[in-house]
């Protein structure tokens, strides 16, 4: 947990650009659903769960911040996975069911985050490591990271994870960092793409 992926920093200003668009249209009230075009470059659902009430973009919805302890190992939890956007979410509860199937468990030990939980992980690094540099190494800043977008699950146990790896490509899951084997997102492109190659690591150090 705690750590996540680097984004360059031209997607990162896209991705401010598409926020700022979809603030502009919920002061307008221009609609209670839109889309936005996300930091991967798909639409990402905005919807308004409470008429009248400022709209919650998909970077702002906060994720659980635990769960139960995974059935399979109590080091982990099994977070409910519904702060997903959508489409990751139906793709995750595909995941989970074809992982039954087989007789695998997968248990979500962290998955959605929103910027505010993101900033929190930051600055608990900070204060673990003694400064803003070096907990950059291990953690993403909000802007950078695929939990705040909400396409990224981490996995676990790693045998859980290990099957994702190998059965996950066809349903839109895809590892994504050599030192990150818990960590999968979502793109539905992957299917028929294949996975990126893996990187390094998320941060890039
Ligand atoms: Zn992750």
Redesign the pocket.
Known sequence: ?G???PVPTARAARTRRGVTAVLMAAVCGAATALGVLGATGRAVLVWDRVVGRPIPIVVEMPGAETGPPCPLDARYVDEPPDRLPPDALAAWQRLRSAAEQDGVRLCLN?GKRSREQQARQFAEAVQDFGSAELASRYVLQPDES??VVGI???VQPLASAAWVEEHGQALGWCRRYEN?P??FEFDATYPTRGCPALLPS?TGS
Do not use: G, K, R
């Open positions: 947990m750590t996540v992926e962290d695929m939990h990224a699950v981490d990150e818990w960590h998320a």
